[in-house]
């Protein structure tokens, strides 16, 4: 990906750009406040056109799949690696 966003119940699903903090791995900071059915995806182009969400709640994200649904609370770092397509929400 050239950039890719996260967008979920965390920020009224706006676009929040991620950095490339690595070969294939993108970051961002969010802060979950335990809100009901909080979730979220991924977005490369900031439209909705191509998504990533997870259809089989396995920690691997699919094009146009489900929304990721996370019942954390406080300061996490959503991550993703787009090679493997594996994500992670890492305490902080």
Do not use: C, H, P
Request: proline fraction near 0%.
């Amino acid at each position: 990906f050239e950039q890719l966003y996260f967008r979920g119940t965390a920020n009224g699903w706006q676009t929040v750009a991620m950095s490339l903090v690595a070969n294939n791995t993108w970051q961002v900071s969010v802060s979950f406040d335990g809100q009901q059915d909080q979730r979220f995806k991924f977005d490369v182009n900031g439209d909705w056109s191509y998504n990533f969400g997870d259809n089989n709640s396995d920690g691997v994200v699919e094009q146009t799949g489900s929304d990721i649904y996370t019942d954390v609370v406080g300061d996490y770092i959503i991550e993703l690696n787009d090679a493997t397509m594996q994500y992670q929400i890492i305490a902080q």
